[in-house]
């Protein structure tokens, strides 16, 4: 066991960080690392089978994470995602694949089984790699997260369609699968009625005992507990552990549960990840390497054509439908237990299944490849001919224009509204727009850094210009046109830090807020109140902090382009601070000594 642990280790080790290095993310190092020292490699393991088993359980650690991060609100508003684009999405790749499997003359009962099976994606692999490249919250995230919500949801019926179609059900078949559906149901019932009931004071006690050990076992035993009854109902592992972090998402342990359970989950989700690898039988490759090299190209192209058109026909935009398509195009680890389920019904020949156990294995190592080939080739050309047109602005000729809708602008709007002050929104993302306006936002995709959008949304009749860009660049370039073609426009402008208020201040801005600035100073009051100091103390301390540094950000404005004035500028700035701290404290301990 030491042994085989130190070459999983040394293979991550050395795989990772080239697969990081050459821009092709962990996921594909870890699925090289398995290929190198499994059976086709250089046959360092051999017991694939149990580790791929065992390293499931990262799978079900990284759902149960997800979970923690997703409130029940947050889980409704996706409902029409889930039932609505999952659903179609299984049932069409699931018919066009099986109609496919039928041509090629394989039994009708098998094209449907291989047509299901093949229809559903990696959860791991999608979630992780979009949670790699942060783009989970994106609007082909939450679609993709949705559609592999819903390909968990339907295992259940997948599972029990199998006796059916193999003709093994005895007189009794029936009512035993309407059984296995109402365990299912009732098992599913008493997990989320005893979850909200039970977990948050189980938790609770045991916080107060102190012990963080205590505290992560608690928490392995709710996913391990949760998981084994799920697999009871029938119903697959990793929707159980998803379902108890959903439960614990609104506690006020998520943060402390996703710690503690986080280093599990990335040792064995990566072991996972190099139990795939190993997996690959590359010995068919030699046999008949083109043929199954056309038919992963096939599967692959053939879901990303179904999800292109679902992200179209939904309304995401040629870009988000894209990212959508790429995600999900691989096959996913449930084909492998399908695969052997249908095997032993004989659905499939031996053969058969072996085929396409490799189909699905290549597909998955494709899939970072796939990946990378968006984001280098695709995204590159195809995002700058998106000719989404700018929205037209109903009424441009409300008092304040705020250009950008992101933490900024959202706070600045919702206070106009709070005070009946009319007011237009542009925002230039339009992965931003769909998503807030899923809210009930009304927000007008446009560039502000374009005159005519800016004077199509009514910039002459403004009375203010807020400007909540959050990227810099973005912001310079708005607030430059502004000034230069409406110089008496009032522009409130956020600086993302010192030197973007520099450059604000360089044009003109008639107010600008540094926006992490005043939360610091609020933080650094309340940890001197916690340290005990009087509160007239800190109050004075703060003040006198705040005053001297607004005065000293116009005076390093004078100087900020010569970087040795400005290093002067900071040194002596930071004494003179210090000095006038000194000089309080001398005075405030002189009045202590009158007093007394």
């Known amino acids: 066991m030491l042994s085989q642990t130190a070459i999983f280790l040394a293979a991550a080790v050395l795989m990772v960080p080239i697969a990081r290095k050459l821009g092709l993310g962990a996921v594909l190092g870890y699925l090289a690392a398995g290929v190198l020292i499994g059976p086709w490699g250089l046959r360092l393991i051999d017991d694939v089978g149990a580790i791929l088993h065992f390293a499931e359980f990262g799978v079900v650690l990284f759902l149960f994470i997800i979970g923690l991060e997703l409130q029940p609100s947050r889980l409704w508003v996706l409902r029409r995602q889930v039932f609505g684009l999952g659903s179609a999405q299984v049932l069409v790749s699931a018919l066009a694949i099986g109609a496919i499997a039928l041509a090629l003359g394989m039994d009708w009962r098998g094209a449907l089984v291989v047509g299901l099976a093949l229809a559903m994606s990696s959860t791991a692999l999608v979630l992780q790699s979009l949670a790699e490249k942060q783009q989970l919250t994106a609007r082909h995230g939450r679609d993709a997260f949705a559609i592999l919500l819903f390909q968990d949801l339907a295992v259940i019926p997948i599972l029990a369609l199998l006796p059916m179609l193999a003709g093994a059900k005895n007189d009794g078949g029936a009512d035993f699968e309407v059984l296995n559906l109402l365990k299912a149901v009732g098992i599913i019932a008493a997990v989320v009625i005893g979850g909200r009931t039970l977990l948050r004071p189980a938790f609770k006690w045991i916080a107060t005992l102190g012990s963080r050990e205590t505290f992560t076992a608690a928490a392995l035993l709710v996913v391990i507990g ?3 009854l799920m697999e009871f109902a029938g119903l697959t ?38 139990a795939v690898g190993m997996s690959a039988n590359l010995g068919l490759l030699r046999g008949d390497a083109l043929s199954i090299l056309g038919i992963v190209i096939a599967l692959m192209a053939m879901k990303f054509v179904v999800l292109y058109v679902l992200g179209r026909v939904t309304d995401c935009s040629n870009r988000s439908s894209r990212k959508l398509a790429v995600a999900l195009a691989q096959g996913g680890e449930f084909a492998f237990v399908l695969f052997q389920l249908a095997r032993q019904h004989a659905l499939l020949t031996t053969a058969q299944a072996d085929w396409l156990v490799v189909v699905v294995t290549l597909s998955m190592l494709a899939a970072p490849l796939l990946f990378l080939l968006e984001d280098r080739f695709l995204a590159p050309r195809f995002d700058e001919k998106d000719t989404r047109p700018f929205d037209k602005v109903e009424d441009p000729s409300q008092a304040v224009l705020i250009a950008g809708f992101g933490r900024v602008g959202q706070i600045v709007a919702r206070l106009l509204a709070l005070k009946h002050i009319p007011f237009t929104v542009l925002e230039a993302s339009p992965t931003q727009v769909d998503y807030v306006r899923q809210f009930g936002s009304k927000v007008y995709f446009g560039d502000a850094s374009r005159l005519d959008v800016l004077h199509a949304a009514g910039i002459q009749h403004a009375k203010l210009f807020v400007l909540a860009i959050d990227d810099v660049e973005a912001s310079l370039k708005t607030a430059e046109l502004v000034r230069r073609h409406y110089p008496a426009l009032p522009i409130y402008a956020r600086a993302r830090n ?8 360089d044009l003109g801005v008639k107010l600008l807020v540094r926006e992490t600035w005043h939360s610091s100073v609020v933080l650094a009051k309340e940890v001197l109140l916690g340290m005990k100091l009087p509160e007239a103390e800190v109050t004075a301390a703060i003040a006198r902090f705040a005053q001297f540094d607004e005065a000293n950000l116009k005076r390093q404005h004078a100087v900020y382009q010569d970087e040795a004035a400005l290093v002067q500028n900071v040194k002596q700035a930071s004494e003179e601070l210090r000095s006038l701290f000194e000089a309080d404290a001398a005075d405030a301990a002189g009045t202590s000594r009158e007093a007394a």
């Open 226 to 228: 949760t998981t084994l």
């Open 237 to 274: 592992a990793s929707l159980g552990a998803f379902l108890a972090g959903v439960l614990l998402a609104d506690s006020e342990y998520r943060h402390e549960l996703e710690a503690d359970i986080e280093p599990f989950k990335g040792l064995l989700l990566g072991l996972f990840f190099i």
């Open 498 to 505: 010192r030197f973007h208020a520099y450059k604000l201040m």
